[in-house]
């Protein structure tokens, strides 16, 4: 029998997917179950798949016979893939919010463009923008977006750009000589200097890993001066210090961040997204890291973590692996 453990939270109607999900594929020998913490140890003891957001060193130094770790979401920075991979340990993610994660990253480009969050805030006290105070907003159409991370987030962003009818760029790991949809003109990291240049509108989609931490940062933000910056990929992508200070100082015409540096320790507790004071900014548009939380996605996402699971037992190729550089 195959065991599977799920740590964390999930959903309700997780066994009765886990069940539907078996017989469509034709997986007998499973075995799901969800250990409290105190059966936690023993439970990992004779796993061979777990599916859980994270997992400490000594969650897999318990787990002797795990051979695969499937991610109920996109981002795996939590885990130590290179120690993963020495261990023969396979880890895989998903890409189903990709689509939701694009909308959100078109609601502050929008947002930012068409100035909805300080127009609201000036309007509930009296004050006019726009055409009574002969203030314009920006279009997009014609504009050149920069998107940053040309993967599964990045393409569906390129789409809706297209939708706008603007210039798309995109900005990849490594050169590739197959075109990418929706999307003009193709840099790699090395000349990402030359692509944020280009664009009005730069978007960041990139996953966390050690080549991409701290990677949008002063020297980046000088080449955006007068533009506007939207962040869905990872807090840590971006130098907290030197976004706040390219805000501060006017160097970039406006943010949108949906990904932060601090986060509550426990749901729902009161807590400021970063160290430095970006409430306090006017040129910020500011979102709680909702972009993938949608109506639709949870359900969509441990759909797809269920059934790449059975495919894994089953010996079929598994989808969306993780390798080594961390994606």
Known sequence: MHKIVVLGDYPKNLFEMFDSLKKELGVEDAQLVSPTQEEKEAALMDAEVVIAGGMSEADLN?????????????????????????????????????????????????????NVVGGDRDLRIGYWHGWQSRETVVSLEGKTMTILGAGNIGR????????FNMHVIG??????????????????????????????????????TNDTKGMVNKKLFEKMRGKFFVNVGRGAVVNEE????????????????????????KPMQTTLPSKYPFHGLHNIVM?????????????????????????????????????????
């Open 62 to 114: 318990a787990a002797p016979n795990l051979k695969f770790i499937q991610v109920p979401f996109a981002g795996v920075d939590s885990f130590d893939v290179p120690d993963l991979v020495r261990r023969g340990i396979k880890i895989a993610n998903v890409h189903d919010n990709a689509a939701a994660v694009a909308e959100f990253a078109f609601a502050l480009v929008l947002a930012l463009a068409k």
């Open 156 to 163: 569906e962003i390129a789409k809706f750009a297209k939708a």
């Open 171 to 208: 900005v990849k790991r490594e050169k590739t000589t197959q075109p990418i949809p929706n999307v003009d003109e193709v840099y790699t990291t090395d000349e990402i200097e030359t692509a944020v240049e280009k664009g009005d509108f730069i978007v960041c989609a990139l996953p966390l």
């Open 242 to 265: 030197d976004l706040f200070v390219a805000l501060k100082s006017g160097i970039l015409r406006g943010a949108g961040i949906d990904t932060w540096w601090v986060y509550p320790p």
């Open 287 to 327: 979102t709680p890291h909702a972009a993938g939380a949608t109506d639709v996605t949870q359900q969509r996402m441990w759909e797809t973590s269920v059934r790449n699971v059975l495919k894994f037992i089953k010996g079929l190729p598994i989808e969306n692996e993780v390798k080594e550089f961390g994606y």
